[in-house]
């Protein structure tokens, strides 16, 4: 056994080295995060050899665990305050963004429209000993606008558009970091709060799957 998490460690060094930090992520904090998460942890067990590759894996539900690259890429999108920020996930699916969140903001809030993911990633947190994330099961798209506003929002599926109710819920200041698009194909977008408006950055093209809710896709 110990041998064997040794192997992962070292899968997940290469991991951040070679897939991450080579492409251009470059916040400590963040790849310091992504060198402590035990992503083996967060698939299927049949799934755990290929934890630390290049790519989406199944969870169940007909949801993925993201890419690791695509992962540390929208946390550090999200540039998240060191003291005492709180943050809303959209979409908990397996729990390992919510991990990767949780080593970095104060207070993570998440949302998940799967009692069953939800479950089990909430087991998976507290195992690890994250006990600063809040659970919520329900429709991700409208957010959660009793803990708002937030230093950030990152949804993790793909949306026509940005639901009318999250940048309600996000500071001034504060971004949401989300894949727009069609079901086939999106781009990773920013968008950061101004005074009176949102600047809006495009990124680089994503496949996620959708966002499935009242302000976004419906069910099919």
Same mark, same amino acid.
């Given at each position: 056994?110990?041998?064997?998490?040794?192997?992962?460690?070292?899968?997940?060094?290469?991991?951040?080295?070679?897939?991450?930090?080579?492409?251009?992520?470059?916040?400590?904090?963040v790849?310091?995060?992504?060198?402590?998460?035990?992503?083996? !942890?967060?698939?299927?067990?049949?799934?755990?050899?290929?934890?630390?590759?290049?790519?989406?894996?199944?969870?169940?539900?007909?949801?993925?665990?993201?890419?690791?690259?695509? $992962?540390?890429?929208?946390?550090? !999108?999200?540039?998240?305050?060191?003291?005492?920020?709180r943050?809303?996930?959209?979409?908990?699916?397996?729990?390992?963004?919510?991990?990767?969140?949780?080593?970095?903001?104060?207070? $993570?809030?998440?949302?998940?429209?799967?009692?069953?993911?939800?479950?089990?990633?909430?087991?998976?947190?507290?195992?690890?000993?994250?006990?600063?994330?809040?659970?919520?099961?329900?429709?991700?798209?409208?957010?959660?606008?009793?803990?708002?506003?937030?230093?950030?929002?990152?949804?993790?599926?793909?949306?026509?558009?940005?639901?009318?109710?999250?940048?309600?819920?996000?500071?001034?200041?504060?971004?949401?970091?989300?894949?727009?698009?069609?079901?086939?194909?999106?781009? !990773?977008?920013?968008?950061?709060?101004?005074?009176?408006?949102?600047?809006?950055?495009?990124?680089?093209? $994503?496949?996620f $799957?959708?966002?499935?809710?009242?302000?976004?896709?419906?069910?099919?």
């Open positions: 056994m110990a041998a064997q998490e040794d192997a992962f460690a070292e899968a997940r060094r290469r991991m951040v080295e070679e897939q991450i930090a080579a492409r251009g992520v470059r916040d400590a904090r790849l310091e995060a992504m060198r402590s998460v035990p992503r083996h !942890l967060f698939v299927p067990p049949k799934y755990a050899e290929w934890a630390y590759g290049d790519g989406p894996l199944p969870i169940g539900n007909g949801q993925t665990i993201s890419q690791p690259y695509i $992962v540390a890429l929208m946390t550090e !999108l999200l540039e998240i305050p060191p003291q005492g920020a943050v809303l996930e959209i979409g908990t699916g397996s729990g390992y963004q919510t991990a990767i969140l949780a080593h970095l903001a104060a207070e $993570v809030f998440t949302i998940e429209r799967h009692a069953s993911l939800a479950a089990e990633a909430k087991a998976r947190l507290r195992r690890l000993g994250l006990e600063n994330v809040h659970f919520r099961v329900g429709d991700g798209t409208l957010g959660w606008p009793e803990h708002a506003p937030y230093d950030g929002i990152l949804v993790t599926a793909a949306a026509p558009e940005v639901p009318p109710a999250l940048p309600e819920q996000v500071r001034l200041g504060g971004h949401i970091v989300i894949p727009l698009g069609g079901r086939g194909g999106q781009t !990773l977008e920013r968008w950061t709060r101004r005074e009176d408006d949102f600047e809006r950055e495009s990124i680089i093209p $994503v496949a $799957v959708p966002l499935v809710g009242k302000q976004g896709w419906p069910e099919t």
